[in-house]
């Protein structure tokens, strides 16, 4: 019945069997099964972990954590991917899947753990990406630039989002120029949307459309032009990644850094203004925009932006040096608010 695609017949058959006590170490695995095929995924979950107690092995494993998955019960799916990966380490799919599965929960040091034992011929780059990704995120620098080299020697088509993380991760190792170059080709790339990264992992598909991956590129462009203190060269690219991605906030904080630099905070503050209401948590956007209003001579303002900063903030030293600028702010004499166009004539 199963090999006839008789999914509800077998699955009456298996428990006429188990109601007459018959033994048959494969029943659940015939069970879970019929119940996956009718997509009845609690259920298929519940059959397959009732097969791997008596007989486990990767395959039960991996087809119950996707069943798991598909139920909605991610931390079961992720250890049955675990346990998968752990009694087959000699087959990527596996590891691949645990990997991806604890990145999804935001398990990051588990995650490249997996992620960085994948043989360096795997047929998937994306797996690469994310480990780049997830290295980067955790400061591991060799581990990033090595997983986004692989990805982009993988020989197929590289997606501009791949190239905007290379560039991101050589600009964080310090790699200015090379970096430079990778996000210029993606911020000036013409790609379709459609050609950007797609990934699809047990139903739940994962896109990064190519305009955004150039809006984040265009933003990345202008971190490394205000670090070289070129504010009109930031100020350029911050404007390109508004008009690509007009709710990605580090445009709108890179928009304002550059703007007080080439002495128009009115517009600084307003772009700053922008995106802390983007992303309400964003440390740094409330701490420039507390330098822009005090730049206007905006006392209170400036206060209410460094102490939200101090609040998000997310180490001490950073907490210690946003408290002392608090405490100079208090004690500084702050110039009168003036426009820009009366800044420019005075």
């Known amino acids: 019945l199963l090999t006839t695609e008789q999914w ?17 170490p494969l029943l659940p695995l015939y069970r879970a099964f019929a119940r996956e095929q009718l997509m009845q995924w609690e259920e298929a979950a519940a059959a397959y972990d ?7 092995n990767a395959l039960g494993y991996y087809r119950g954590a996707i069943a798991h998955w598909q139920a909605g019960d991610t931390a079961a799916a992720a250890r049955s991917f675990q346990l998968a990966a752990k009694l087959d380490p000699a087959f990527p799919l596996y590891t691949s899947e ?26 998937q780059p994306g797996d690469f990406v994310i480990l ?38 050589l600009s964080a190792a310090g790699r200015i120029d ?25 139903g739940q598909p994962l896109q990064v459309r190519a305009t955004r991956a150039r809006a984040i590129a265009a933003a990345n462009l202008s971190d490394i032009y205000l670090q070289q203190e070129q504010p009109a060269l930031a100020l350029s690219a911050s404007q390109n990644a508004i008009a690509l991605d007009p709710l990605l906030p580090v445009a709108r904080n890179n928009f304002g850094v550059a703007a007080l630099a080439l002495d128009r905070p009115n517009e600084a503050a307003a772009a700053l203004e922008e995106a802390v209401v983007l992303d309400p948590e964003y440390w740094q956007a409330h701490r420039n925009l507390g330098f822009a209003y005090a730049y206007l001579g905006d006392r209170e ?15 001490l030293k950073q907490v210690q040096q946003i408290n002392q600028e608090l405490v100079d702010l208090s004690r500084r004499e702050l110039p009168a608010f003036q426009t820009d166009e009366e800044r420019a004539e005075s």
């Open 178 to 202: 090379e970096a430079t170059r990778y996000l210029e080709r993606v911020a000036a790339s013409e790609q379709a949307d459609e050609a950007g990264l797609t990934a699809e992992s047990y």
């Open 301 to 315: 303002r400036a206060r209410k932006h460094l102490q939200l900063a101090m609040d998000a903030a997310p180490s």
């Open 8 to 24: 509800q017949a077998a699955l009456d058959v298996v428990d006429l069997a188990s109601a007459s006590n018959v033994f048959e």
């Open 98 to 123: 645990a990997g991806l599965a604890l990145a999804k929960l935001g398990v990051d040091r588990s995650a490249i753990e997996l992620l960085s034992q994948l043989p360096p011929n795997w047929t």
């Open 50 to 56: 009732a097969y791997v107690q008596t007989n486990p």
């Open 132 to 169: 780049a990704r997830l290295a980067h995120q955790q400061g591991m620098a060799d581990m990033a630039e090595a997983a986004i080299s692989q990805a982009l020697g993988s020989g197929t088509a590289v997606p501009p989002a791949w190239v905007s993380d290379a560039g991101a991760i």
